[in-house]
């Protein structure tokens, strides 16, 4: 049985750009949240999706987007890449009935220069 | 969520009780308390949880004080595959809030080192 996959793992983007981060969840989970890690951290809380909609947002500007799609998997998305956008992002999943905890993906690692 | 308060980093001696401390003394009554770990390279791992009672599972022990203001995550015979980032975060329970435990909110945890 798989876990949550994400790719890619690593990823390298100029300032301005723009990236697409994926994620498919374990199987039989249907919620996804995304986290952003910076070097010596803990990971932040950007936001969660169910039923292909946003239900809960942490503190991130909208710049950060997301998209669930029907087979549950999710992507992020982010905007006009500033350099403090560097950090490994990591994805999470659940399932809706079994909410106690989360199963963590190993993230990709953004580099902005 | 309430604050919580975690040494940054602790030594163990592998086969060892490993004990990691957490204030959380402003917790409020609907708060549960979480254990999640970081091994190098990876993403965060649930460990354990509980909002009062003493939880056990094959992981590790998670002892509450009475007054909550407190907690210690116990794991049993530390070896050296436990090195890593122990996070202990407060947040309101799934059956108080409707909702489920995705929006944690993670501290700098404790950086556990196990020494063979």
């Known amino acids: 049985d798989a876990g949550v996959t994400q790719s890619p793992t690593h990823l390298i983007k100029t300032r301005g750009q723009q990236v697409t981060l994926r994620c498919s969840p374990k199987s039989g989970h249907d919620t996804v949240s995304w986290y952003q890690q910076a070097l010596g951290q803990g990971p932040q809380f950007i936001f969660q999706y169910y039923e292909e909609e946003e239900r809960q947002r942490g503190n991130f500007p909208d710049r950060f987007s997301g998209h669930q799609f029907p087979n549950y998997s999710s992507e992020l998305n982010v905007n006009a890449l500033l350099l403090g956008d560097s950090a490994l992002y990591l994805c999470a999943s659940r399932p809706r009935v079994a909410n106690e905890k989360l199963f963590f993906g190993s993230g990709t690692q953004l580099s902005v220069l | 969520d309430a604050k919580t308060t975690q040494p940054t980093s602790m030594d163990c001696a592998e086969g060892r009780a490993a004990n990691l401390p957490c204030n959380h003394s402003t917790i409020s009554g609907n708060e549960y308390v979480y254990w999640y770990r970081q091994i190098h390279s990876q993403g965060p791992q649930y460990i354990i949880h509980?909002?009062?009672n003493n939880e056990t599972n094959e992981m590790a022990s998670l002892i509450i004080t009475e007054d909550r203001k407190s907690s210690t995550l116990i794991l049993p015979h530390a070896t050296l595959r436990d090195t890593a980032v122990y996070y202990c975060i407060v947040r309101v329970g799934p059956a108080f809030s409707g909702g489920g435990a995705d929006g944690l909110t993670f501290g700098k945890g404790t950086h556990l080192i196990i020494q063979p």
């Open positions: 509980g909002l009062k």
